[in-house]
């Protein structure tokens, strides 16, 4: 495609669900990030995917989340049993050596 | 342990102003340096991308440079306009997975 893509744009949740967000990347990207912004924050690194290495999961804040990549395409990320400090806007990138982001997602927990 | 500081963390300036951002680094040994911009309610838009071994690059009204001795990256921006005014992040490539993010200078520039 042409840009990096992520869905859906907004997603409101109640505590204690479980939220599924999608990363699109751009066509032909190996190298695909996921970031947390909190509100007037700034971001925070969650994981790296890098071809069909093991990805770097060193970011993430808690065992409540996880991310695949299937198929060095498409990501998506995985938060469990959701709690209200899970709010923030959740980015993802592609690129290698250079990033470009996707608009976000908005993650509101209830 | 690479940190990214980004001073002053707002700013305010007049249409027409020429304004420079800095980004200071604690480890010089980096890979890369970009430059974003960033509305409110939106992701990231890149503006300049400063690859280890260049000095600078340029890009219409912007100019970025990088000094790695020294640890700054400063962000030029001539003739500001109000369309100018947003968030301006720098992110220090310490390797192509490890990337750290300053807390960004929020710029309004007044009409």
């Known amino acids: 495609g042409a840009g990096v893509s992520q869905s859906p744009s907004n997603k409101v949740t109640e505590k204690g669900k479980d939220v599924e967000l999608r990363c699109d990347p751009i066509?032909?990207?190996?190298?695909l990030y996921w970031y947390r912004q909190s509100l007037g924050q700034g971001l925070e690194f969650l994981i790296y995917f890098q071809g069909n290495s093991a990805p770097d999961k060193s970011g993430l804040p808690s065992d409540r989340f996880s991310a695949e990549r299937t198929g060095g395409s498409v990501s998506t990320l995985t938060i469990q049993r959701t709690q209200q400090e899970d709010s923030a806007v959740y980015l993802c990138?592609?690129?290698?050596?250079?990033?470009?982001f996707g608009p976000g997602t908005r993650l509101t927990v209830l | 342990k690479q940190e990214v500081t980004q001073i002053p963390a707002a700013l305010s300036v007049p249409e027409g102003e020429n304004l420079v951002l800095n980004c200071s680094f604690t480890?010089?040994?980096?890979?890369?340096l970009q430059w974003f911009r960033q509305d409110p309610g939106k992701g990231l838009t890149s503006l300049l991308l400063?690859?280890?071994?260049?000095r600078e690059q340029t890009s219409g009204r912007l100019n970025a440079s990088l000094d790695k001795s020294s640890g700054r990256s400063t962000l030029y921006i001539a003739a500001s306009q109000p369309g100018d005014s947003a968030t301006y992040l720098c992110?220090?490539?310490?390797?192509?997975?490890?990337?750290?993010f300053g807390s960004g200078t929020r710029l309004s520039i007044r009409p």
């Open positions: 400063i690859q280890s071994s260049q």
């Open positions: 480890d010089s040994a980096i890979y890369n």
């Open positions: 992110a220090v490539y310490s390797s192509a997975s490890k990337i750290i």
């Open positions: 990138a592609s690129g290698y050596n250079e990033q470009f």
């Open positions: 066509s032909g990207h190996t190298a």
